[in-house]
């Protein structure tokens, strides 16, 4: 008996430690920038999350819609959902599948944490959230709804993902059957310098092929700021 109560103690204390900053680094919400947040998200978080809202597909840590998803539903709201972030990116727990992927500890701070905070807080875990509509036609909305831009820069959908290469150096000139061949099979020909397997290799079957061309089509049209596509 005593010693059980040695034990639940330090534990409640912990808790209330963990509540305790979870509240007091929610309080910089009043100036946070959930849309810049969006855009911080996508480039830092996006790669190993995934999160609807931000067409991000990562794996490697757990899908935050679904991680939030029973939170909201118990009436949690997006002040305290912006704490459990805040709180996870300062003082990330280990992974406990697999430590040798942890989430890494600061990844962002001040007004970043703030602003990418305040958009999850905002968005996971909300049913049916979708990116927001984006300008530039269909294959620009599949860009922007699979998370391309979690892991490349494409200045003409305002992505700045540094994790696969630079589309607007490395796409004009290519022809549409090469470029389509790079979607659907990102291993067939990995390119210098990149690792395989990071691409996910599931857009074949999760885009139509409608889809994959609208995409071909806008990426040769606007990479480098749309020289591209005078090769084949
Ligand atoms: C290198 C991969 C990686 C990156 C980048 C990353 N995370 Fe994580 N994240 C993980 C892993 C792995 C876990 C699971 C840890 C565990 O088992 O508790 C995790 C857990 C979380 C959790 C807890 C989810 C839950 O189930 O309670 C949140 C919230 C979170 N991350 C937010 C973020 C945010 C915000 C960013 C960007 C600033 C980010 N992560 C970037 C890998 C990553
Ligand atoms: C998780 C990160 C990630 C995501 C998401 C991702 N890619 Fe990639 N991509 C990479 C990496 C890394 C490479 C380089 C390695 C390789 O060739 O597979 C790459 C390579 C490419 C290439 C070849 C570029 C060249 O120079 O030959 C194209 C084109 C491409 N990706 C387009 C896309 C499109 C379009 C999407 C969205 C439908 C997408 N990628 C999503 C990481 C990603």
Known sequence: MARASKLIIPLLALLALAALVAVASGCGTTNADPQRGRVLFVQRCGECHTLAQAGSTGAVGPNLDHAFAAAREEGNDSDTIEGVVKAQVEYPRENNGNPAVSMPAHLVSGQDLDDVAAYVGEWAGVPGAAPPKVPGGPGAQVFASNGCGTCHTLAAAEAGGVTGPNLDEH?????????????????AEIVKGYPPNVMPQTYEQMLSQKEIEDLVKYLLENAGGGSGGSKG
């Open 171 to 187: 796409l004009p000139g290519e022809s549409q059957a090469a470029v389509e061949e790079m979607i659907k099979d990102p291993n």
